[in-house]
């Protein structure tokens, strides 16, 4: 299997955490996702479209999510603000922008940010892989999920 | 010193408005897409300064542009790009439009000074 358009998903997420977070992430080997799928409080979930066709996610736990946006926006941020939904769908926002640049060739748009709260996991696109990757930061974990299947 | 950020994601605008008022710069406006951005610019000249999304609602940050670059009452704002639409082509498109610099997102606190010119 092509794993290869996940890279510039990882260089992304390392870049966002580096620049605007302000730490270094670390990225734990990805794994095709496969039952049991991980559970997430807080996700924020972009499709991806044109030469290829999927999705990008990021899950957190809560306190982790709590814990890197706080630390993003610098300024303490409750896990019931709707500034924390907003800032979520930012990341990914900026990750799905970021690593488009190294996916030229795929032409991808991307659309508008959804957020999922409360415990849960992702489904993916049917009939085509989903890669997990899992990545720790000094402020917590959470994982990506990406989705991609080319036309 | 006045800037105007545009951003439809309130999460951008916050980080740009607290590394900026780092600077000492506290006469800062905002605005969630590119029509409410016209309206406040008309409405708070002289602004120094306008930090741009590209991707928002309503209206989009490169018509913002255009338009306000044919707007000789605008000529003397700088306008900078902000935005992970890092694309070549859209870089270009930016500048050719009349935009004075561009960064791209994920950006440091030093990087959004540099580009700034503060
Ligand atoms: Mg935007």
């Not at chain 1, 260089?11 to 049991?36: C, H, S």
Request: contains cysteine; glycine residues 8%.
């Amino acid at each position: 299997m092509d794993v290869s358009y996940v890279n510039p998903f990882i260089n992304a997420t390392l870049t966002w955490v580096k620049n605007m977070v302000g730490v270094e992430a670390k990225t734990l080997a990805p794994q095709l996702k496969r039952p049991p799928f991980p559970h997430y409080d807080i996700s924020g979930v972009i499709g991806l479209s044109g030469g290829a066709a999927g999705s990008i996610s990021f899950g957190f736990p809560m306190q982790s999510a709590v814990a890197i946006v706080s630390k993003m926006i610098q300024a303490p941020i409750k896990e019931d603000d709707a500034d924390l939904i907003d800032a979520i769908g930012e990341i990914v926002n900026i990750v799905a922008g970021f690593a488009k640049r190294d996916l030229t060739h795929l032409n991808l748009s991307i659309s508008l940010p959804n957020v999922i709260l409360s415990n849960h996991i992702l489904a993916g696109l049917s009939g085509a892989p989903t890669i997990v990757v899992p990545f720790t930061c000094p402020l917590g974990s959470f994982a990506m999920e990406v989705s991609l299947k080319t036309n | 010193m006045k800037v105007l950020l545009v951003d439809d994601s309130v999460t951008m605008r916050r980080i740009q408005k607290t590394q900026i008022g780092t600077l000492g710069i506290t006469d800062i406006l905002e605005a969630g897409d590119g029509q409410e951005a016209l309206e406040k610019l008309k409405a708070n000249m002289p602004v120094d300064l306008v930090l741009l999304d590209w991707n928002m609602p309503v209206m989009d940050g490169i018509t913002f542009l255009k338009t306000a670059r044919a707007d000789a009452a605008f000529k003397d704002v700088k306008i900078i790009m902000c935005t992970s639409e890092s694309e070549k082509s859209r870089v270009v498109e930016a500048l050719k439009s009349g935009a004075n610099n561009y960064i791209i997102k994920p950006f440091t606190p030093e990087a959004l000074k540099e580009k700034l010119g503060l």
